[in-house]
């Protein structure tokens, strides 16, 4: 119980620095504002926040401290790429890029380089890795880091697997496989729950109250739940073939997830249908394709790309999830979430190789790096299109 | 009738509407399997007589309206029926299923499950729902401040990261760096609270990350979104404290929003539970319900399922009359 | 030192992205004890903001850059939050535009009326109850007794308004800023709280800041004067001064806008055709009714005026005529032949006939097309032109609404002012070629110089193509100005039907009567006049609801 007295005590601490440090603040400052109406919630955070630096400094410099270093190389390398790459799409390329780019807090712009390299990875990867996903080698279980002396090949650089294949090409594979399959199912996601949604906007009527109900009972499931039912069906219906299952898995998780596309371009179309100018259009006499596809539709793009970033994230993390729980994409296909399964009992090393520790998280921080990188600009544009009055 | 009454009476009386059309998609969605369902199921190495009991057991032979009620009947009744698995187990080793010593039933293997997984979400949102709401009220209030981006970053990312990474990521930490807390929750039906705490608090606190950060946004928006209503501005500009302003201005109409947040959230707990389940190998029904999955053990995945979308449906339907309740307009109407 | 309020030279900006952009550039006001001053501009021209900043406040992304504001000797802008806080509400009261928004939905009336004398300390919870009973009496609200113990949205807008007022009065505030307080609100309701404001503000002699962008409602509450324009001052002067002798361009133009004034055309010959002919139509939106029994019509090359308050039907029959709401009984004939109920049945010309210019200019264009694109599609549409013949019929229809065509031909109607926009929205509705043009609430978005030029846009048109107008609106000011025809209703119903100089003249229909006689006028001592002739009984509300 020791450890909680030292919390207590360090908060305790706390408390008293804030106090002090505002005094401070309004007598070194003679009484500005700033500092006299300062709330002590404020003057605590700050100091807060010194003392959180401040330890973070000290873990930093600890011997055991591995994992920690990483991830503050990590955090400070990306930062500084995403800086490097904003600073370059303000000064290079056309005006209309770099306006793009002024606005750009660094959150996005660490977005949309991740997005980056994860599309040249998936559509190169061939060319990028260096074996085959499928390539069976001699040497089963080398550990990371290519020292033979610690258990390692330099042949593989991530070692490989319980099989004998190459961790690092099955990685970079694996961003073809998840991304490539992902990306895929949102898409049809998007044609089935967007055509539908736009359709039950225009038309109204017994169209949208039948498919609105369907879906809101369809939606009453919980999506992955659903998907696992909708799964363990699919398995006793696939054949043989691992492809088949990994196909019915697309259209399962594209189904379920155009439910919550139908409820979005639904919305987003039953605003723009009420607008003045669609009933100036109606009036005139236009046809149904007219109005969807020359009124409608330009005026849904921004909400519609802001969904398809979240959406992607979403069938992304359920794929993940489906096949770290062994029923989604299947093998001989790399993919991360079956990847993190697999190597999930290095963890347990993590003392004596941390390397070899870090094998399933970094299977697992590549889905999240992309979803975190999606997510980051999903919130800007969101926030650059509707956040400006705030 | 009190018009609040009448609104709340129509929609408990949707949410069950809804439970029954569910129900129907799940039995549907199992009974649209073509060909000889039991073998397919079971596969060629099931015994004849386990491929038997199921076709009797689920009544092929019977039109599918009448089979839905019967099944319906049992479900309601708590006769969740007998598990493939140990329908085969049982005639393997020679008991039948009518037999009075019969093979387990499902509702025999749900029920201690279910009552770890409400343990576990209970614990997260204990953990979960003060430190959310406190963390989003400020966030709002201290907005575009340096700790909002900083509670933005943090959110957006657990948000956005898989489960299993947040778990791996606190089992490296609590688990295997600094040995704190198990791995791997061994729970038994005599364990001691402090003990179970202690087996259910590493797979309890990954929720808490992943539930916390969608809770404090949400949170966030809404109160914010009050903060900005001209009866805000009124106030401040009658002289009232800010605490005051907060307190007797904002909250009342904060309720309903909160409400429904704090309801949606614990709805998707019960989606994340199913992979925190698998990886701490903590043995509740999300577990039971994956590994079912993976064997096409249908009857437990259909109970499994149906008890998911219902306590789903429910805490959906929860935040709906709570909201509504507590909205001024519809409590006092004109 | 005599005067309550002192602001010089303030400077005041609003953040738009990353840059701060000037709403108010170096004002001086002053105000003395017991003074009304009016505040008057366009929109845009930081009136609000000017009020707000005048008790010390700004909104969220607002901040004063330079400039000081003393109030009673103190200065508001290096006061601490405390002290302002301690004078917010007290001495300083505000009464907002929307009542309805800025009353919490969740407190009762008088819980929120005796919050700020009881937390500052003035006096306890049942006397400052008493008080507020008393107030509402005062302000003329029904039922002072028991109106305080009910929920905002339990009270009609006019007598939520008063009893923001009364709030305001809670304290006894040495000043008041009133920020278009009856904006919102109908005439026949505007006059009733405007009499209440007055005589409350007067009784007790308190200073306030009257912000409004009418012309006449000003003239009745104001000592004095000041108007603004896009951040500046154009001048100030006493109230009589500033209507009977402006001094600058832009104050003269204003006032001159009342003074537009189309002679009514002949009446047309009784054998006509009309062309459009509604006859006994009764409509309803799914089981409400909301029309009945309409009858009117609409002659070749003349302007029907439609006039009523907000849920007379007015809009509604408009539906009707298009088709978008079929009748359930009635017919509407175009030249002598019926029309179908429903759009979808109508064939091309019969559409094509009809046309329709919209209240909101935002929304009656598609953000996503230019100006080409919108004006063009109706000409491609009905009259089958193509690539350059279409373009040189939307280059001409755009010369028609004045607007030059390159420069506007490419642009989108965000890049455009609200009275160009509108403009736009008259070419769409003239590239059709029609006979007939629906124009609803056309002009009551927009500022009074901009409107007036639509106005005489619309009567240059009509002259020159022999349009036929139907005009919607809820403005008599608009109606005198360009109607041959008046059709006036209420709840449903057309109440008076005739040539535009007979309903300007009476005897008139009380309903009308009491319509006529609500709309604020420039002379300062019309609404004094007016109390004096027709009683506080026989206005507002009370006489809307005695019919």
């Known amino acids: 119980m020791s450890l909680w007295v030292w919390i207590l005590l360090a908060l305790a601490a706390i408390a008293l620095g804030g106090w002090l440090f505002r005094y401070a603040g309004q007598r070194i400052t003679a009484n500005r504002p700033y500092f006299r109406d300062m709330p002590y919630g404020v003057a605590f955070g700050y100091v807060f926040a010194g003392a959180a630096v401040l330890g973070g400094i000290w873990l930093y410099f600890q011997d055991g401290a591995v994992f920690f270093r990483w991830a503050v190389h990590g955090l400070l390398g990306f930062a500084a790429a995403a800086w490097v790459f904003r600073t370059l799409g303000r000064t290079v390329g056309t005006d209309r890029t770099r306006k793009f780019f002024r606005s750009m807090p660094l959150t996005a712009s660490f977005g949309l380089l991740i997005i980056l390299i994860y599309a040249v990875l998936a559509i190169f990867a061939p060319l990028i890795a260096p074996y085959g996903q499928e390539e069976v080698f001699q040497q089963v279980n080398a550990l990371p880091g290519g020292d033979p002396a610690a258990g390692g090949n330099p042949d593989h650089l991530l070692g490989t697997d319980q099989i004998g294949r190459d961790l690092l090409s099955r990685l970079i594979y694996g961003a073809q496989n998840t991304v490539g399959i992902a990306f895929a199912t949102t898409c049809l996601a998007f044609f089935l729950g967007g055509s539908f949604g736009f359709l039950a906007a225009t038309l109204g009527g017994w169209l949208d109250q039948v498919l609105s109900r369907t879906v809101d009972v369809l939606m009453a499931i919980p999506s992955l739940i659903f998907a696992l039912l909708l799964m363990t069906i699919a398995s006793a219906w696939a054949g043989t073939q691992s492809w088949q299952l990994t196909f019915y898995m697309i259209v399962i998780i594209a189904v379920i997830d155009s439910t919550r596309v139908f409820r979005l371009s639904r919305a987003v179309g039953a605003n723009i249908v009420v607008m003045d100018y669609i009933e100036a259009a109606k009036l005139r006499g236009e046809g149904l394709r007219y109005l969807i596809f020359r009124e409608i539709l330009p005026n849904a793009y921004a909400p519609l790309l802001a969904e398809f970033g979240l959406r992607f994230c979403f069938v992304f993390l359920t794929i993940a999830s489906l096949s770290f729980l062994g029923v989604g994409i299947q093998p001989p296909l790399a993919d991360w979430g079956t990847m993190v399964r697999d190597l999930a009992q290095f963890i347990n090393f993590a003392a004596f190789s941390p390397l070899a520790a870090a094998l399933p998280l970094m299977a697992a921080g590549a889905i999240a790096l992309l979803t975190v990188a999606v997510n980051f600009v999903v919130d800007w544009m969101l926030q650059k299109s509707s956040g400006l009055k705030e | ?334 | 030192m005599s005067n309550l309020v002192e602001i010089r030279d303030i400077w005041i900006e609003g953040r738009s992205d990353e840059d701060w952009l000037p709403i108010i550039n170096g004002i001086d006001l002053t105000l003395a004890k017991g003074e009304v001053l009016g505040l008057i501009g366009e929109s845009g021209a930081g009136k609000s903001t000017l009020g707000l900043a005048a008790m010390g406040y700004t909104r969220d992304g607002v901040r004063i850059k330079s400039g000081s504001v003393t109030f009673d000797g103190i200065d508001l802008i290096a006061a601490s939050a405390a002290t302002k806080r301690d004078l917010l509400g007290k001495r300083i009261a505000y009464v907002a535009q929307s009542a309805a928004a800025s009353f919490n939905p969740a407190h009762k009336l008088i819980d929120q009326h005796i919050e700020a004398p009881v937390q500052h300390g003035i006096s306890g919870r049942t006397e400052a109850t008493q008080d507020g009973i008393e107030l509402y009496r005062r302000l003329r609200l029904p039922n002072p007794e028991e109106i305080g113990f009910r929920y905002p949205h339990q009270v009609s807008g006019g007598q939520l308004q008063r009893a923001m007022t009364a709030m305001a009065m809670s304290c006894r505030p040495d000043l008041i800023i009133f920020d278009e307080p009856t904006t919102a609100l109908d005439v026949t309701t505007q006059i009733e709280v405007l009499a209440a404001i007055r005589d409350i503000v007067e009784q007790f002699d308190t200073a306030a800041i009257y912000i409004t962008h009418d012309l006449a409602v000003v003239a009745q509450m104001a000592d004095r004067i000041k108007v603004l324009l896009r951040g500046d001052e154009v001048e100030t002067a006493d109230t009589r001064t500033m209507l009977s002798a402006p001094q600058q361009d832009y104050t003269k133009s204003l006032w001159a806008v009342r003074s537009f004034d189309r002679p009514a055309k002949p009446a047309p010959a009784t054998d006509a055709t009309p062309v459009i002919s509604v006859q006994n139509i009764t409509a309803a939106y799914g089981r409400m009714p909301v029309l009945f029994d309409v009858s009117f019509d609409i002659h070749e090359g003349r302007t029907v005026a439609v006039v009523g308050e907000s849920g007379s039907g007015k809009s509604t029959a408009a539906r009707v005529i298009t088709g978008l709401l079929p009748q359930s009984q009635g017919v509407i004939e175009y030249r002598g032949d019926p029309l179908p109920a429903d759009y979808r049945k109508r064939d091309r010309n019969q559409l094509r006939q009809a046309q329709m210019i919209y209240q909101m200019a935002d929304t009656a264009l598609n953000p996503r097309k230019t100006i080409g694109e919108i004006v063009g599609r109706p000409v491609e549409f009905y009259m089958g032109l193509k690539g350059r013949k279409k373009r040189e019929r939307t280059r001409q229809l755009l010369n028609q609404i004045e607007l030059e065509p390159d420069q506007f031909i490419d642009r989108l109607p965000s890049e455009l002012s609200g009275g160009q926009k509108q403009r736009v929205g008259i070419a769409r509705a003239l590239a059709a070629e029609p006979e007939f043009i629906i124009c609803d609430e056309v002009t009551s978005a927009l500022d009074q110089l901009v409107a007036e030029g639509i106005l005489r846009l619309l009567a240059r048109l009509q002259d020159e193509l022999h349009l036929s107008y139907m005009f919607i609106t809820h403005d008599l000011a608009t109606v005198k100005a360009i109607a041959d025809e008046v059709v006036v209703m209420k709840d449903g119903r057309v109440v008076e039907h005739g040539p535009k100089k007979e309903m300007f003249t009476p005897p008139h229909h009380p309903y009308t009567d009491l319509l006529l006689s609500s709309v604020p006028e420039m002379d300062p001592d019309w609404l004094t006049e007016l109390l004096a002739e027709r009683g506080r009984e026989n206005i507002g509300d009370a006489a809307v609801g005695k019919m």
């Open chain 2, 1 to 334: 009738m009190h018009p609040v009454l009448k609104i709340v009476i129509q929609r408990l009386l949707l949410g069950l509407l809804t439970l029954l059309v569910v129900s129907i998609v799940i039995f549907l969605a199992v009974n649209a399997l073509p060909g000889d369902f039991a073998q397919a199921i079971l596969g060629q190495s099931a015994t004849p007589e386990a491929v038997a009991a199921i076709r009797r057991d689920l009544g092929l032979d019977q039109p599918a309206v009448t089979r839905y009620f019967s099944w319906l009947a049992d479900m309601l009744t708590g006769d969740l029926g007998v598990s493939f698995a140990q329908a085969n187990f049982a005639s393997f080793v020679g008991t039948s299923a009518e037999s009075g010593s019969g093979p387990v039933t499902v509702l025999q293997q749900i029920t201690p499950r279910f009552q770890n997984t409400m343990f576990l979400a209970g614990v997260t949102a204990i953990i979960a729902v003060p430190v959310s709401l406190t963390l989003g009220i400020l966030a709002a209030l201290y907005r575009n401040s340096a700790f909002d981006r900083g509670v933005n970053i943090f959110a957006l990312s657990s948000v956005s990261s898989p489960e299993f990474f947040l778990a791996y990521i606190l089992i490296l930490f609590l688990a295997v760096l600094n040995p704190v807390l198990p791995s791997l929750s061994n729970i038994f039906s005599d364990m001691g609270l402090g003990e179970r705490l202690r087996a259910t608090l590493l797979p309890a606190l990954t929720l808490t990350l992943v539930v916390t950060a969608q809770m404090m946004r949400m949170t966030r928006a809404a109160i914010i979104n009050l903060l900005a209503s001209p009866y805000i501005e009124m106030a401040r500009l009658k002289g009232i404290s800010p605490t005051r302003v907060i307190v007797t201005h904002a909250l009342p109409n904060a309720l309903a929003p909160i409400i429904t947040v704090i309801a949606l959230n614990l709805a998707y707990l019960i989606t994340g539970v199913v992979v925190v389940e698998v990886v701490f190998v903590y043995p509740g029904i999300g577990q039971l319900f994956v590994d079912s999955v993976k064997i096409r053990d249908i009857p437990v995945v259909q109970a499994c399922c149906l008890i998911f979308a219902s306590a789903y449906i429910l805490l959906n339907l929860l935040a709906d009359v709570l909201s509504i309740l507590s909205n001024p307009r519809l409590r006092h109407p004109k």
